[in-house]
């Protein structure tokens, strides 16, 4: 698949968003400082936001977005569109609970005790936030003609992106302690998805696509004829759908991502525990994921092979 920057962007900048969104408020559940809950989610918001927005650069229409929203009992894209306003609900509700504790906080910064509601609507927004990601990964992972998208670790990678990035941008956005459960629960996190990402590459190279094109459609015992012959030139379909990233190619930037987004944030988070430094190395290793993130969902997409591509 042809790897267009806008829906690589949307996945990457909004995965972060929402996990850090899920972040927040399971910080704000455990009693947290309203400020820094407070500018956490507006950094999320943002995020949020800005994917949401460069995923309209993909349409051919963007003023007719909201149209795809009225598909969601049978798509995965409507319910990821109306998950993803839903969550601002939440969202702006944890905010409005916030602001008497940062009103009021002393110098040293009060927790926030949130009441019933209040936690009720936490849980809403970790619900909400894991859902869209959910949803975004579900897009892919429906599509049959795309042997690659169909594997079973392509929702819990997109997950595990989304809660790695989110939860090292809360770890510098809430001045998480140098020694804590929570660096090390990141640094696990880290090498969970290094695993699941190189069992996910191994297991793409060694699958191939169907040999015919009766194999392509689900009936491998006939032969499958078309009515009209390949072009002799490029079209949508060979431009969007064929893109071919030779092996070589892929190699050198599986290693690149995993550097980016687990080995780097790996050894700041190393640093931290054992010589301090607070909120600078936290924030080095959510910038040095979400470029990791960015360099894995290219070659997610750039690695995809269409079965429209026997046609050719």
Excluded at 38 to 45: G, K
Excluded at 77 to 95: K, Q, W
Excluded at 114 to 131: D, F, H, K, Y
Aim: a positive charge.
């Amino acid at each position: 698949m042809n790897p267009a920057l806008s829906v690589i962007f949307f996945t990457t900048l909004s995965g972060a968003g929402y996990g850090l969104l899920a972040w927040t408020a399971l910080a704000a559940l455990l009693g947290q400082p309203a400020r820094p809950l407070l500018v956490s989610l507006a950094v999320a918001l943002a995020l949020v936001s800005a994917g949401l927005l460069s995923s309209l650069a993909h349409l051919g229409k963007p003023r007719r977005a909201w149209r795809a929203l009225s598909q969601w009992r049978t798509s995965w894209l409507s319910r990821e569109g109306v998950a993803s306003l839903l969550t601002y609900v939440p969202a702006l509700l944890l905010a409005v609970a916030l602001l008497p504790g940062m009103i009021s906080a002393d110098a040293s910064g009060s927790v926030v005790a949130l009441n019933l509601v209040g936690r009720l609507v936490a849980l809403a927004l970790i619900a909400s936030a894991l859902a869209t990601v959910a949803c975004t990964a579900m897009i892919y992972a429906c599509l049959k003609p795309i042997p690659a998208w169909r594997h079973r670790l392509v929702v819990p990678m997109y997950l595990l992106f989304a809660l790695l990035c989110g939860g090292l941008s809360a770890l510098a956005l809430l001045h998480a302690p140098t020694r804590t459960p929570w660096l090390m629960l990141a640094g696990l996190g880290a090498i969970g998805l290094a695993t699941c990402k190189w069992l996910y590459w191994r297991d793409i190279d060694r699958t191939a696509l169907p040999a015919t094109r009766g194999d392509a459609v689900g009936l491998p015992a006939r032969t499958v004829t078309v009515f009209e012959r390949p072009h002799t030139e490029a079209n949508y379909l060979t431009r969007e759908m064929a893109f071919v990233l030779a092996r070589r190619q892929a190699t050198p930037l599986r290693w690149l991502a995993t550097v980016l987004f687990a080995l780097l944030p790996i050894a700041c988070l190393l640093f931290v525990w054992f010589n301090g430094g607070g909120a600078a190395w936290f924030a080095a290793a959510a910038v040095s994921s979400m470029g990791g993130a960015f360099v894995e969902r290219w070659l997610f997409f750039a690695q995809a092979r269409h079965l429209v591509t026997l046609y050719y």
